[in-house]
């Protein structure tokens, strides 16, 4: 009787470590998953099939956004050399400025 339980001891330790295991592998899988798409976004991707053209690192993006926010630069007034500052002048110079008045 008592080697019985003992036996049934074991087996249920061996159980409920199983558990842990199992959860510990599970969580530790969902985690290196999200620790691996983060990579993939801040390095990019190469190439692939589905993929032809990869997919741009997060510096990349963050350079193709300065890009065109320093276009927009060009439509505020700077002091003289900005588009706007041309568009402004070329207004005044020819009265354009004075037609909707």
């Known amino acids: 009787m008592e080697?019985?339980?003992?036996?049934s001891a074991v087996i249920?330790?061996?159980g409920a470590a199983a558990e842990v295991l199992r959860?510990?592998?599970r969580g530790t899988l969902t985690?290196?998953?999200k620790v691996s798409r983060l990579?993939?976004?801040l390095v990019g991707e190469p190439p692939r099939p589905g993929l032809p053209d990869g997919r741009p690192g997060l510096m990349a993006r963050v350079g193709r956004i300065e890009g065109r926010l320093d276009a927009l630069e060009e439509l505020r007034p700077n002091g003289g050399s900005s588009l706007?500052?041309?568009v402004d002048?070329?207004?005044?110079a020819?009265?354009?400025?004075?037609a909707g008045h």
């Not at 080697?3 to 036996?7: A, E, F, N, S």
């Not at 002048?89 to 005044?92: D, E, K, L």
């Not at 020819?94 to 004075?98: E, V």
């Open 39 to 41: 990579v993939d976004d």
């Open 3 to 7: 080697t019985l339980l003992y036996i």
């Open 12 to 14: 249920a330790a061996v």
């Open 23 to 25: 959860r510990a592998a």
């Open 94 to 98: 020819t009265g354009a400025d004075q």
């Open 84 to 86: 706007k500052d041309q």
């Open 89 to 92: 002048r070329i207004a005044q």
């Open 31 to 33: 985690t290196s998953r």
